[in-house]
């Protein structure tokens, strides 16, 4: 199993351009999140989908849409990116039952000019 | 979900214990104490949770007090490998699993 991968690993966008981070589970998870990471800081739920043909909004989701495609795929979109995105994205998959524990995938390091 | 108070930073020897204590004065009666940690930017990594009885895995032991508004994770023989940020959680056992972080303990494990 791959687990949660994400793609791109890094990517460099000046403002205004758009960009769609992808991640994919092969768990057979219900729900996937995506969080962003600041410098210094804890994580932060942008959105989420609970199962697939739901999405919810977390915490910061201005600024992001997002989709789930299937069960395996929840993608991020920045439709015009601003230097305030730049952060590190992670994406994750929950398993519900006796530990109920999220896995996160690497990261996307995002950064906008 | 009840907040969580941890201290910024702690140090610790290589070999022994790490004690990372928690508050969360305000948990209700439903919620969970879930421990996490994060590795040099990787992605935050599962450690163990538990509702009131103490919890052991192969990583770490929980231990939550009788009152439930603390906990501590004890990490039984640290290594380098264990320098991390470690985040406290607490929320309701849900279909939807949403986790809110908070700013972590850093943990510093020295030679």
């Known amino acids: 199993n791959a687990g949660v991968t994400q793609t791109p690993k890094f990517q460099v966008l000046k403002t205004g351009q758009s960009m769609t981070l992808q991640c994919a589970q092969d768990?057979?998870?219900?729900?996937m999140y995506w969080y962003r990471q600041d410098p210094g800081m804890g994580l932060r739920l942008i959105y989420y989908s609970a199962s697939e043909g739901t999405t919810d909004k977390g915490e910061v989701p201005n600024g992001y849409n997002v989709s789930r495609l299937n069960k395996r795929e929840f993608s991020l979109r920045l439709e015009s990116a601003a230097p305030s995105q730049t952060s590190v994205y992670f994406c994750?998959?929950?398993?519900?039952?006796?530990?109920?524990?999220?896995?996160f995938g690497p990261g996307t390091r995002l950064t906008v000019l | 979900d009840a907040k969580t108070t941890q201290p910024p930073s702690m140090d610790c020897a290589e070999g022994r214990a790490a004690n990372l204590p928690c508050n969360h004065s305000?948990?209700?009666?439903?919620?969970?104490v879930y421990w996490y940690r994060q590795i040099h930017s990787q992605g935050p990594q599962y450690i163990i949770h538990?509702?009131?009885n103490n919890e052991t895995n192969e990583m770490a032991s929980l231990i939550i007090t009788e009152d439930r508004k603390s906990s501590t994770l004890i990490l039984p023989h640290a290594t380098l490998r264990d320098t991390a940020v470690y985040y406290c959680i607490v929320r309701v056992a849900s279909n939807t699993g949403k986790l809110i972080f908070g700013q972590g303990t850093t943990l510093q494990v020295k030679p």
């Open positions: 305000t948990i209700s009666g439903n919620e969970y």
């Open positions: 994750a998959s929950y398993r519900a039952g006796a530990y109920n524990e999220q896995f």
């Open positions: 768990m057979n998870h219900n729900s």
């Open positions: 538990g509702l009131k």
